[in-house]
């Protein structure tokens, strides 16, 4: 019985993944234990959305056969896909699979193994790695039937990209966009609900092309069959683009008790010019629009972003623009990103490129901004009743609170001395009255 480490780096599609592929080889016969223990196999599910990820990514290989100069080292993903020459030059590297073949992880090893010793190129003569920009790639079978967590599964509907924005080198590492049939979603959340799963959350590269690879969007359809299925209590969904957000949509999610009102609507910029250059596919306007039909259908449902701050060409004036147009929308959190150049992408080309310095003085107005708005979202909760899913403990000013999410994202704390009185249990959704603040990111029972 060999033993196999997994690290999984980036976005929630490539932890969904790395959970797959650790089921299907703990089922074959091999062990999984912790990726900072010694192990015959590491397996590093790669990041390659910037160029510091594609370091890390680096990084990661290269402290894999540190730890165990005789292991072998199998990169999986964008890194694969993006530099697959640096890739295959990469020492620290025995195997690499590409993002369409993840699901193949247990063959992939053993045809390793049944042939070491012998001459084997990294690629196993093109079997681990195939042209994900092929436009007839199908979606990757993969399903989980154990949730990897206490409470929350992270749930893989679609793959692939066809958006393009200038900035971006997803759609060159993950290929067009691909749809999961319903029926195995459906039958997935199925067997992890029967295993005690409490909570989903709908992932995938670009979630609001969900069915559109099919004819037409099926996200509203996929989430009313979810909703249906009995033991599941919450549903969640991760970015989503503007756009999906039309009355019928916002209108139809409101009618699922199931659907959390938490909605991460992707933005990168609030000034039209800076969108247009980003190839964004929506004005400001044309946002604040979707921002408001969620208002309309929810009592202050929780609305997060990304932005993107000192993109190529950005002026003072069209950042003022879009640090006003954040100011208006007032949203729960936003995640900032100061401009990286990426290499490979049409942004990376652009003239005009801001200094860091610059990038910096901006990100860091809009991250004060955004504690601000997120701390007064959170105090607008206190009084009220909420349900809450409780998870792990942690330990906070050395006094041990059992931690819990409301459906809007928001981190409650109940005090462990107090568990008897509160039942407030791991796994478990119980109702409680919000009191106080214990931090500025945590709210109190």
């Known amino acids: 019985m060999k033993n196999v480490a997994l690290h999984s780096l980036g976005c929630k599609v490539n932890r969904y993944e790395t959970d797959v592929m650790g089921q299907k080889l703990q089922e074959s016969g091999y062990n999984i234990v912790p990726f900072d223990e010694k192990a015959d196999v590491y397996i590093i599910n790669t990041c390659s959305v910037t160029a510091i990820a594609d370091h890390k990514s680096r990084q990661m290989l290269h402290r ?3 730890k165990n100069p005789e292991a072998v080292v199998v990169a999986c993903g964008c890194y694969v896909e993006t530099d697959p020459e640096g890739a295959k030059l990469n020492e620290n590297i025995d195997i ?11 063959s992939i090893l ?17 079997y681990s790695v195939t042209d994900i920009n092929d436009p007839g790639q199908k979606y990757e079978k993969m399903e989980l039937d154990k949730m990897p967590g206490h409470t929350r599964a992270y749930i893989k509907i679609q793959d692939g990209c066809n958006q393009f924005c200038t900035y971006c080198i997803i759609p060159y590492a993950r290929g067009r966009i691909r749809s999961r049939e319903q029926e195995d979603i459906v039958n997935e959340v199925k067997l992890l609900a029967d295993n005690g799963c409490k909570e989903i959350v ?7 092309s969900y069915g559109l690879d099919r004819g037409e969007s099926q996200l509203l359809s996929l989430l009313q069959e979810l909703n249906a299925i009995e033991k599941i209590e919450r549903i969640r969904l991760s970015s989503l683009e503007p756009r999906i957000i039309t009355k019928e949509m916002a209108e139809g ?11 991460h609507l992707s933005l990168q910029s609030g000034s039209n010019d800076t969108l247009k250059r980003m190839n964004r596919h929506y004005t400001a306007e044309e946002y ?4 408001e039909l969620l208002r309309k259908v929810y009592e202050l449902p929780a609305i997060t972003t990304d932005v993107i701050v000192g993109f190529p060409g950005e002026t003072e004036d069209t950042y003022e623009e879009s640090r006003a147009f954040l100011e208006k929308i007032n949203f729960y959190e936003m995640h900032v990103f100061k401009y990286s150049p ?8 652009m003239e005009d490129q801001l200094t860091d310095k610059e990038k910096t003085r901006r990100s860091n107005i809009l991250l004060n901004m955004t504690k601000d708005q997120s701390k007064a979202y959170r105090e607008s909760f206190i009084g009220k009743q909420e349900k809450i899913l409780w998870e792990d403990y942690e330990t906070i000013d050395g006094k041990k609170y059992l931690i819990g999410l409301t459906t809007r994202y928001i981190r409650v704390a109940a005090p462990e001395d107090e568990l008897h009185i509160s039942g407030a249990c791991p796994g478990h959704i119980s109702d409680h009255l919000i009191k106080s603040f214990l931090r500025d990111d945590t709210l109190l029972i």
Do not use: W
Not at 253 to 263: I, N, Q
Not at 343 to 349: N, R, W
């Open 288 to 291: 604040a629009k979707s921002v």
């Open 253 to 263: 999610m409101a009618a699922l008790e199931k659907v959390c009102p938490h909605f």
């Open 96 to 106: 690499i699979v590409g993002n369409n073949r993840k699901a193949d992880i247990v």
């Open 342 to 349: 990426r290499k490979g992408t049409v942004a990376a080309k």
């Open 110 to 126: 053993n045809l390793y193994f049944e042939n070491q010793g012998s001459a084997i190129d990294k690629c196993l003569d093109g």
């Open 64 to 66: 894999a056969k540190k």
């Open 202 to 208: 709908l992932t995938g590269i670009h979630i609001s």
